[in-house]
């Protein structure tokens, strides 16, 4: 199977780019379709392999959800049957731990084992268990097996403040919580805009939930009803992707549609470091690149901060730009899988210890002072890259490696394009449009 790019880099990459549907918007609202007891059109979602994945896991269970059009999928969970996720294709798609709330509607009982997705950090779900626990719903781990067994022999009702913040953990609370018994409260939950997206796709079916900062109501309904096709915003870390490759490549790139607000911490940034930026309309921004670039520090963080899907990416950058640029990992415990590739081209990179004055505070996952951790980096440059061969760990370290061939002189291999293709749609189609020189092999 053809699972590698061949790229010759050092072109200047120029045009416009037209973003595909948000990954971390239609996995979740595919999912939440099936608690409708009808068929439910979504349109605008990305043909990427989490997409086929997860089509593919509802499928086994029972229920339809495919492809209708190029990029309208249908889903339909009245005809879910099984109450049992299969282990393998689970392991292969993290989200997959979020059918926890269609089966309990409709079995009251299911297994559902330990979540796959990204290698990027241990990933519990600890607080997640919990907070579903706080609802009522009986849930065990069976270490024998890898699976949780869930039980929801009440409705939910009641109160769960997260103790750290966690996106698809909020995500997973609104859906087990809106056809709830009593009026259900979410504390210190996260403010991605992917997580309106999945509100506004429940309130337009009927649901009842309220967003006040951090916090959410959640009125419980009978039934959800959606009487129009739902469509999926575009995909933020696209746009980040194409942006950072404009610059680093000293091109230029138009990118359409992208809400300003939702990258506002990154538009920042490349201001910050001297990269151009034009917000030509509500959803165009022109990104270009107008001179010598100044380094940066970066400190990841949930929405509105600076997010750790972009990091890698800003990374390759930051070679390109004068001084030693920091980048500090706070919300996950391994998202460096690209320094050594880096490395590889030229890159100079090197982790660094940064005193961090309360660690469990300070860092998102959960903090084990006994282990050791490389949450720091120090980039020196600019740096001229040069081609070399190399392997993608992560789906951001994937998208971050090519941007790095592109710019660097000379020929390279990209090896596990399929990770890339996980979340980026037609991404050499794309890439190839503004000039660059890559192809499938
Ligand atoms: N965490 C726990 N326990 C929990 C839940 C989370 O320790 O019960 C930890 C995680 O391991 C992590 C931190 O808390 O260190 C934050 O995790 P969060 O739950 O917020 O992340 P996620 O929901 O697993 C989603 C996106 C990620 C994105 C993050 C941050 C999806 C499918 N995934 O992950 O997207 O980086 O939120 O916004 O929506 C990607 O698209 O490449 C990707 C990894």
Known sequence: MENSFIIKGG????????????????????IAALLLDQEVTLKNIPRINDVHELLHLIGSLGAKAEFA????????????????????????????????????????????????????????????????????????????????????????AGFYRFPKITHTGTELLIMLSVFGRDKIILENTALEPEIDELVRFLNLAGAKIQKNGKKIFITPVEKLILNQPFEIITDRNEAITFAVLAVATKGEVTISSITPENIQSFLQKMKEVGAGVEVLGKTLIRFYYKGPLRSSQIHTQPHPGFMTDWQPNWAV??????????????????????????????????????????????????????????????????????????????????????????????????NGVSILERGYENFVQKVTSLGGDIKKI
Do not use: W
């Not at 393998?88 to 509607?105: D, G, Q, T």
């Not at 084990?368 to 949450?375: L, S």
């Open 317 to 414: 950058l930051m070679t390109q730009a004068k001084g030693d640029s920091l980048i500090y990992e706070r919300v996950f415990e391994n998202r460096f899988s690209y320094v050594e590739e880096l490395r590889k081209l030229g890159a100079d990179i090197d982790f660094v210890k940064v005193p961090v004055i309360n660690p469990a505070e300070y860092f998102f996952f959960n903090f084990n002072p006994n282990k050791k951790y490389n949450q720091a980096i120090k980039i020196r440059g600019p740096q001229k890259l040069h081609g070399g061969a190399l392997s993608i760990a992560d789906l951001r370290a994937g998208a971050t490696l090519i941007i790095a061939a592109l710019i660097a002189e000379g020929e390279s291999v990209v």
């Open 11 to 30: 072109k200047l990459l120029k045009g416009a780019i037209t973003l595909s549907g948000a990954k971390n918007v239609a996995l979740k609202v595919i």
């Open 69 to 156: 059009a190029e990029h309208t999928v249908v889903v339909d969970g009245r005809t879910l049957r099984l109450n049992r996720v299969d282990l393998l294709h689970a392991a292969k798609i993290r989200v997959s731990f979020m059918l926890f709330a269609p089966l309990l509607y409709k079995f009251s009982l299911c297994y559902v084992p330990n979540p796959g997705g990204c290698r990027i950090g241990a990933r519990p779900i600890d607080r997640i268990v919990e907070g579903m626990k706080k609802l009522g719903i009986t849930i065990e781990y069976d270490s024998d097996t890898g699976y949780y067994q869930a039980q929801m022999k009440t409705k939910p």
